[in-house]
Protein backbone atom coordinates (compact mmCIF):
# COMPACT_ATOMS: atom_id res chain seq x y z
CA UNK A 1 0.00 0.00 0.00
CA UNK A 2 1.09 3.23 -0.73
CA UNK A 3 0.22 6.50 0.96
CA UNK A 4 1.08 9.94 0.76
CA UNK A 5 1.91 12.14 3.69
CA UNK A 6 0.85 15.90 4.10
CA UNK A 7 0.43 18.21 6.82
CA UNK A 8 -0.11 22.23 7.96
CA UNK A 9 -1.17 23.44 4.80
CA UNK A 10 -2.28 26.52 6.79
CA UNK A 11 -4.90 27.44 3.97
CA UNK A 12 -6.07 31.16 4.49
CA UNK A 13 -2.49 31.90 5.86
CA UNK A 14 -0.75 35.65 5.76
CA UNK A 15 2.88 36.24 6.55
CA UNK A 16 3.42 40.37 7.14
CA UNK A 17 0.06 40.77 5.29
CA UNK A 18 0.42 38.89 2.53
CA UNK A 19 -1.83 36.50 1.48
CA UNK A 20 -0.30 33.18 0.42
CA UNK A 21 -3.83 31.96 -1.22
CA UNK A 22 -2.55 32.14 -5.01
CA UNK A 23 0.99 29.95 -3.95
CA UNK A 24 -1.13 27.16 -1.85
CA UNK A 25 -3.83 26.87 -4.88
CA UNK A 26 -0.71 26.21 -6.77
CA UNK A 27 1.14 24.02 -4.39
CA UNK A 28 -1.95 21.77 -3.79
CA UNK A 29 -2.65 21.72 -7.56
CA UNK A 30 1.00 20.38 -7.56
CA UNK A 31 0.05 17.62 -4.61
CA UNK A 32 -2.88 16.38 -6.89
CA UNK A 33 -0.23 16.09 -10.16
CA UNK A 34 1.96 13.85 -7.60
CA UNK A 35 -1.41 11.86 -6.74
CA UNK A 36 -1.37 11.21 -10.90
CA UNK A 37 1.87 10.33 -11.12
CA UNK A 38 2.68 8.20 -7.49
CA UNK A 39 -1.01 6.51 -7.57
CA UNK A 40 -1.14 6.36 -4.14
CA UNK A 41 -3.87 4.33 -2.14
CA UNK A 42 -4.11 6.79 0.01
CA UNK A 43 -3.54 10.27 1.62
CA UNK A 44 -2.88 11.60 4.46
CA UNK A 45 -3.42 14.78 6.42
CA UNK A 46 -2.06 15.54 9.14
CA UNK A 47 -3.83 18.93 10.83
CA UNK A 48 -3.70 22.54 10.55
CA UNK A 49 -5.78 22.36 7.22
CA UNK A 50 -6.51 25.88 8.13
CA UNK A 51 -4.35 28.66 9.50
CA UNK A 52 -6.98 29.60 11.90
CA UNK A 53 -10.34 28.42 13.54
CA UNK A 54 -12.44 30.27 12.20
CA UNK A 55 -11.76 30.17 8.52
CA UNK A 56 -12.17 32.91 5.39
CA UNK A 57 -14.62 31.62 2.88
CA UNK A 58 -11.88 31.92 -0.10
CA UNK A 59 -9.58 29.06 1.92
CA UNK A 60 -12.63 26.71 2.82
CA UNK A 61 -13.19 26.95 -1.21
CA UNK A 62 -9.46 26.35 -1.68
CA UNK A 63 -9.38 23.22 -0.01
CA UNK A 64 -13.05 21.99 -0.92
CA UNK A 65 -11.81 22.40 -4.88
CA UNK A 66 -8.53 20.21 -3.11
CA UNK A 67 -10.59 17.77 -1.71
CA UNK A 68 -12.61 17.29 -4.47
CA UNK A 69 -9.68 16.54 -7.23
CA UNK A 70 -8.72 13.80 -4.31
CA UNK A 71 -12.15 12.11 -4.64
CA UNK A 72 -12.10 11.83 -8.18
CA UNK A 73 -9.20 10.07 -8.60
CA UNK A 74 -10.89 7.71 -6.35
CA UNK A 75 -8.19 7.49 -3.59
CA UNK A 76 -8.99 7.33 0.35
CA UNK A 77 -8.03 10.86 2.19
CA UNK A 78 -7.42 10.66 6.00
CA UNK A 79 -7.94 13.84 7.38
CA UNK A 80 -7.32 15.15 11.28
CA UNK A 81 -7.54 18.15 13.08
CA UNK A 82 -4.44 20.27 14.37
CA UNK A 83 -4.15 22.90 16.77
CA UNK A 84 -5.34 25.91 14.25
CA UNK A 85 -8.42 23.93 13.10
CA UNK A 86 -11.90 24.26 14.19
CA UNK A 87 -12.54 20.23 14.95
CA UNK A 88 -16.28 20.80 14.79
CA UNK A 89 -16.04 22.89 11.62
CA UNK A 90 -13.66 20.61 9.92
CA UNK A 91 -16.34 17.63 10.94
CA UNK A 92 -18.48 19.35 8.60
CA UNK A 93 -19.97 16.31 6.47
CA UNK A 94 -18.34 13.87 7.72
CA UNK A 95 -20.26 10.74 7.24
CA UNK A 96 -20.99 11.53 4.32
CA UNK A 97 -18.23 12.39 3.18
CA UNK A 98 -16.93 8.61 5.13
CA UNK A 99 -18.67 7.21 2.25
CA UNK A 100 -16.83 8.53 -0.51
CA UNK A 101 -13.79 7.39 0.98
CA UNK A 102 -13.17 10.86 2.76
CA UNK A 103 -12.30 10.07 6.45
CA UNK A 104 -12.08 13.13 9.13
CA UNK A 105 -11.25 12.97 12.46
CA UNK A 106 -11.58 16.61 13.46
CA UNK A 107 -13.51 16.73 16.99
CA UNK A 108 -12.11 13.75 19.55
CA UNK A 109 -14.65 11.70 20.48
CA UNK A 110 -12.88 10.04 23.60
CA UNK A 111 -10.79 7.02 21.28
CA UNK A 112 -8.66 6.18 18.27
CA UNK A 113 -10.90 5.87 15.04
CA UNK A 114 -10.06 3.05 13.10
CA UNK A 115 -10.33 2.06 9.04
CA UNK A 116 -9.12 -1.08 7.81
CA UNK A 117 -7.81 -1.09 4.64
CA UNK A 118 -7.01 -4.06 2.82
CA UNK A 119 -4.26 -4.96 0.14
CA UNK A 120 -1.98 -7.59 -1.72
CA UNK A 121 -0.52 -8.27 2.15
CA UNK A 122 -3.63 -8.33 4.09
CA UNK A 123 -5.00 -5.88 6.33
CA UNK A 124 -3.91 -2.78 7.42
CA UNK A 125 -5.73 0.01 10.43
CA UNK A 126 -5.60 3.19 10.19
CA UNK A 127 -5.86 5.05 13.38
CA UNK A 128 -6.65 8.83 13.32
CA UNK A 129 -6.53 10.54 16.31
CA UNK A 130 -7.09 14.26 15.81
CA UNK A 131 -5.22 17.20 18.22
CA UNK A 132 -5.41 16.29 21.25
CA UNK A 133 -5.03 17.75 24.94
CA UNK A 134 -5.30 16.66 28.62
CA UNK A 135 -8.21 17.84 29.09
CA UNK A 136 -10.24 16.48 26.02
CA UNK A 137 -9.07 13.04 26.94
CA UNK A 138 -10.10 13.79 31.02
CA UNK A 139 -13.92 14.52 29.50
CA UNK A 140 -14.38 10.95 28.57
CA UNK A 141 -12.06 9.40 30.94
CA UNK A 142 -12.83 11.14 34.57
CA UNK A 143 -11.81 8.79 36.46
CA UNK A 144 -8.34 8.69 35.44
CA UNK A 145 -5.48 11.31 35.70
CA UNK A 146 -4.70 12.59 32.88
CA UNK A 147 -2.39 15.48 33.72
CA UNK A 148 0.12 15.97 30.66
CA UNK A 149 -0.18 15.81 27.03
CA UNK A 150 1.55 12.26 27.26
CA UNK A 151 -0.25 10.94 29.45
CA UNK A 152 -3.23 11.73 27.79
CA UNK A 153 -1.80 10.31 24.49
CA UNK A 154 -0.17 6.92 25.72
CA UNK A 155 -3.79 6.56 27.79
CA UNK A 156 -5.56 6.85 24.71
CA UNK A 157 -3.03 4.30 22.61
CA UNK A 158 -3.77 1.73 25.62
CA UNK A 159 -7.33 1.91 25.45
CA UNK A 160 -7.18 0.80 21.72
CA UNK A 161 -5.39 -2.34 22.55
CA UNK A 162 -3.44 -2.42 19.15
CA UNK A 163 -2.65 -5.44 17.71
CA UNK A 164 1.18 -5.15 16.93
CA UNK A 165 1.34 -8.26 14.64
CA UNK A 166 -0.82 -6.30 12.10
CA UNK A 167 0.06 -3.50 10.27
CA UNK A 168 -0.76 -0.24 11.84
CA UNK A 169 -0.61 3.56 10.90
CA UNK A 170 -1.40 6.27 13.06
CA UNK A 171 -1.93 9.75 12.07
CA UNK A 172 -1.43 12.31 14.69
CA UNK A 173 -0.52 16.39 14.99
CA UNK A 174 0.85 16.50 18.43
CA UNK A 175 4.80 18.12 19.71
CA UNK A 176 6.60 14.74 19.46
CA UNK A 177 10.39 14.51 20.82
CA UNK A 178 13.02 11.84 21.31
CA UNK A 179 14.11 11.12 24.75
CA UNK A 180 14.07 15.04 25.60
CA UNK A 181 15.60 15.77 22.31
CA UNK A 182 12.91 18.40 20.50
CA UNK A 183 13.04 18.18 17.07
CA UNK A 184 14.06 21.04 14.96
CA UNK A 185 11.38 24.16 14.93
CA UNK A 186 10.70 26.97 13.23
CA UNK A 187 9.48 30.76 14.08
CA UNK A 188 6.15 29.93 12.45
CA UNK A 189 4.95 27.43 14.96
CA UNK A 190 3.45 28.36 18.11
CA UNK A 191 4.64 25.69 21.33
CA UNK A 192 3.56 25.82 24.63
CA UNK A 193 5.81 27.47 26.77
CA UNK A 194 8.60 25.32 28.32
CA UNK A 195 7.85 22.32 26.41
CA UNK A 196 4.84 20.96 28.64
CA UNK A 197 2.91 19.84 25.72
CA UNK A 198 5.62 17.45 24.07
CA UNK A 199 5.13 13.53 24.08
CA UNK A 200 7.69 11.05 23.80
CA UNK A 201 8.47 9.35 20.49
CA UNK A 202 8.07 5.66 22.63
CA UNK A 203 4.08 5.89 23.45
CA UNK A 204 3.92 5.27 19.25
CA UNK A 205 5.77 1.80 19.45
CA UNK A 206 2.83 0.14 18.23
CA UNK A 207 2.56 1.48 15.01
CA UNK A 208 4.52 0.52 11.71
CA UNK A 209 4.50 4.19 10.58
CA UNK A 210 3.07 7.72 12.34
CA UNK A 211 2.45 10.49 9.91
CA UNK A 212 2.91 13.45 12.18
CA UNK A 213 2.19 17.35 11.57
CA UNK A 214 3.01 20.38 13.75
CA UNK A 215 6.28 20.98 13.14
CA UNK A 216 7.10 22.54 9.71
CA UNK A 217 10.37 21.17 8.41
CA UNK A 218 10.12 17.57 7.01
CA UNK A 219 12.27 15.47 10.17
CA UNK A 220 12.10 12.03 11.61
CA UNK A 221 11.80 11.80 15.48
CA UNK A 222 13.50 9.26 17.17
CA UNK A 223 13.12 6.10 14.22
CA UNK A 224 12.72 6.73 10.50
CA UNK A 225 8.77 5.61 11.00
CA UNK A 226 7.91 8.50 12.76
CA UNK A 227 7.98 11.48 11.10
CA UNK A 228 7.14 15.21 10.19
CA UNK A 229 6.37 16.21 6.54
CA UNK A 230 6.72 19.77 7.19
CA UNK A 231 4.45 22.14 5.52
CA UNK A 232 3.93 22.33 1.78
CA UNK A 233 4.93 25.71 2.07
CA UNK A 234 7.45 28.28 3.55
CA UNK A 235 5.31 30.27 6.08
CA UNK A 236 8.60 32.09 7.81
CA UNK A 237 12.22 33.43 7.04
CA UNK A 238 13.09 31.05 9.47
CA UNK A 239 11.96 28.25 7.30
CA UNK A 240 14.51 29.48 3.96
CA UNK A 241 16.48 26.24 4.33
CA UNK A 242 14.28 23.87 4.33
CA UNK A 243 13.27 21.64 1.60
CA UNK A 244 9.47 21.41 1.17
CA UNK A 245 8.14 18.02 0.02
CA UNK A 246 5.59 15.31 0.22
CA UNK A 247 6.24 12.13 2.01
CA UNK A 248 5.69 8.49 0.07
CA UNK A 249 5.68 5.65 2.36
CA UNK A 250 4.98 2.53 0.52
CA UNK A 251 3.92 -0.34 3.16
CA UNK A 252 4.31 -4.00 2.07
CA UNK A 253 4.31 -6.80 4.65
CA UNK A 254 5.09 -6.24 8.22
CA UNK A 255 7.87 -4.34 8.82
CA UNK A 256 9.13 -3.83 5.17
CA UNK A 257 8.14 0.15 5.01
CA UNK A 258 9.83 2.49 2.31
CA UNK A 259 10.00 5.78 2.29
CA UNK A 260 10.67 8.89 -0.15
CA UNK A 261 10.40 12.74 -0.26
CA UNK A 262 9.04 13.94 -3.41
CA UNK A 263 9.99 17.64 -3.79
CA UNK A 264 7.58 20.45 -4.16
CA UNK A 265 7.66 23.38 -6.39
CA UNK A 266 6.55 26.76 -5.06
CA UNK A 267 5.47 29.73 -7.42
CA UNK A 268 8.16 31.97 -4.87
CA UNK A 269 10.59 30.49 -2.79
CA UNK A 270 11.50 32.82 0.71
CA UNK A 271 14.90 33.57 1.22
CA UNK A 272 17.57 36.51 2.83
CA UNK A 273 19.65 38.40 0.55
CA UNK A 274 22.19 40.64 2.52
CA UNK A 275 25.05 43.21 0.85
CA UNK A 276 25.29 47.37 0.17
CA UNK A 277 22.04 48.52 -1.19
CA UNK A 278 24.06 49.10 -4.59
CA UNK A 279 24.91 45.58 -4.56
CA UNK A 280 21.59 44.21 -4.29
CA UNK A 281 20.31 46.49 -7.20
CA UNK A 282 23.20 45.04 -9.50
CA UNK A 283 21.98 43.00 -12.02
CA UNK A 284 24.89 40.66 -11.36
CA UNK A 285 22.77 39.53 -7.69
CA UNK A 286 19.60 38.92 -9.41
CA UNK A 287 19.94 37.36 -13.15
CA UNK A 288 19.07 34.06 -13.36
CA UNK A 289 16.87 34.21 -9.68
CA UNK A 290 13.52 34.71 -9.42
CA UNK A 291 12.82 38.28 -8.16
CA UNK A 292 9.47 37.42 -7.47
CA UNK A 293 10.29 35.69 -4.58
CA UNK A 294 9.33 36.24 -1.03
CA UNK A 295 12.65 38.80 0.36
CA UNK A 296 14.07 39.11 3.66
CA UNK A 297 16.65 42.49 2.89
CA UNK A 298 19.54 43.53 4.90
CA UNK A 299 21.50 45.98 4.08
CA UNK A 300 24.51 46.82 5.32
CA UNK A 301 25.29 50.24 4.44
CA UNK A 302 26.97 52.80 7.15
CA UNK A 303 25.12 56.09 5.31
CA UNK A 304 21.48 56.54 6.04
CA UNK A 305 19.61 55.78 2.75
CA UNK A 306 16.27 57.31 1.59
CA UNK A 307 13.46 55.03 1.07
CA UNK A 308 15.85 52.06 0.64
CA UNK A 309 12.42 49.39 0.11
CA UNK A 310 11.16 51.46 -2.57
CA UNK A 311 14.89 51.34 -4.42
CA UNK A 312 14.15 47.46 -4.01
CA UNK A 313 11.02 47.25 -5.04
CA UNK A 314 11.71 48.22 -8.12
CA UNK A 315 13.54 44.83 -8.38
CA UNK A 316 12.33 42.88 -5.57
CA UNK A 317 8.51 43.77 -5.73
CA UNK A 318 7.68 41.01 -3.08
CA UNK A 319 10.11 42.22 -0.50
CA UNK A 320 8.34 41.94 2.89
CA UNK A 321 11.15 42.73 5.34
CA UNK A 322 13.37 45.57 5.69
CA UNK A 323 17.07 45.50 8.35
CA UNK A 324 19.98 47.55 8.32
CA UNK A 325 22.65 45.68 9.61
CA UNK A 326 25.70 48.53 9.98
CA UNK A 327 28.22 49.93 12.98
CA UNK A 328 25.57 52.06 14.38
CA UNK A 329 22.96 49.39 14.51
CA UNK A 330 25.10 46.91 16.27
CA UNK A 331 24.67 46.52 19.92
CA UNK A 332 27.83 46.38 21.93
CA UNK A 333 27.13 44.12 24.76
CA UNK A 334 29.70 45.39 27.14
CA UNK A 335 28.12 48.64 27.46
CA UNK A 336 24.53 47.84 28.41
CA UNK A 337 24.00 49.69 31.59
CA UNK A 338 22.68 47.51 34.49
CA UNK A 339 19.72 49.17 36.58
CA UNK A 340 22.22 49.93 39.05
CA UNK A 341 24.30 51.71 37.02
CA UNK A 342 21.65 53.69 35.67
CA UNK A 343 20.74 55.16 38.83
CA UNK A 344 24.83 55.99 39.92
CA UNK A 345 25.35 57.78 36.78
CA UNK A 346 24.00 61.31 35.78
CA UNK A 347 21.66 62.24 32.88
CA UNK A 348 24.58 63.47 31.21
CA UNK A 349 26.83 60.41 31.55
CA UNK A 350 23.58 58.05 30.22
CA UNK A 351 22.84 60.22 27.08
CA UNK A 352 26.52 59.91 25.96
CA UNK A 353 26.30 56.42 26.45
CA UNK A 354 23.29 56.14 24.57
CA UNK A 355 24.74 58.07 21.98
CA UNK A 356 27.70 55.86 21.69
CA UNK A 357 25.31 52.79 21.41
CA UNK A 358 23.22 54.16 18.67
CA UNK A 359 26.27 55.13 16.52
CA UNK A 360 29.09 54.06 17.42
CA UNK A 361 30.54 56.78 18.23
CA UNK A 362 31.67 59.05 20.75
CA UNK A 363 29.94 62.93 21.43
CA UNK A 364 32.31 65.40 20.06
CA UNK A 365 33.04 68.18 22.55
CA UNK A 366 30.88 70.88 20.34
CA UNK A 367 28.39 67.96 20.66
CA UNK A 368 28.81 67.67 24.38
CA UNK A 369 28.61 71.81 24.76
CA UNK A 370 25.34 71.31 23.05
CA UNK A 371 23.90 68.67 25.10
CA UNK A 372 25.09 71.20 28.43
CA UNK A 373 23.24 73.57 27.12
CA UNK A 374 20.13 71.71 27.21
CA UNK A 375 20.03 70.00 30.06
CA UNK A 376 21.02 73.41 31.65
CA UNK A 377 17.88 75.15 30.16
CA UNK A 378 15.81 72.17 31.18
CA UNK A 379 17.27 72.65 35.01
CA UNK A 380 18.44 68.81 35.36
CA UNK A 381 21.31 67.77 37.07
CA UNK A 382 24.21 67.24 34.53
CA UNK A 383 26.69 66.34 36.53
Known amino acids: ?24 IHILNEVVEIVDTEKPDGIIIAGDVYDRSVPPAVAVNVFDDFITKLEMRNINVFIISGNHDSPERLNYGKEILGKNRIYIAGTFKGELEKIILEDEYG ?30 AKFVIDAAHIDTSARNILAAHQFVTNAGVEPEKSESEVLSIGGLDNIDVSVFEPFDYVALG ?38 KEKGNITITQIPLHPIRDMRVIKDKLENL ?50 IN ?12 KSPMDLFEEF ?18 EIFEELGGDID
Open 214 to 251: HIHGPQKIGRDTVRYCGTPLKYSFSECNHKKSVTCVEI
Open 1 to 24: MKLLHISDLHIGKKFRETDFTPDQ
Open 123 to 152: TMNMYLLPYIKPSMVSNFHKDSIIDSYEAA
Open 281 to 330: LHDSKYIGKNCEDYIHAIITDEEDIYDPIGKLRTVYPNILLLEVENAKTS
Open 333 to 344: ENSKSSASDVEN
Open 355 to 372: YRNQNNVDLTDSQKKIMY
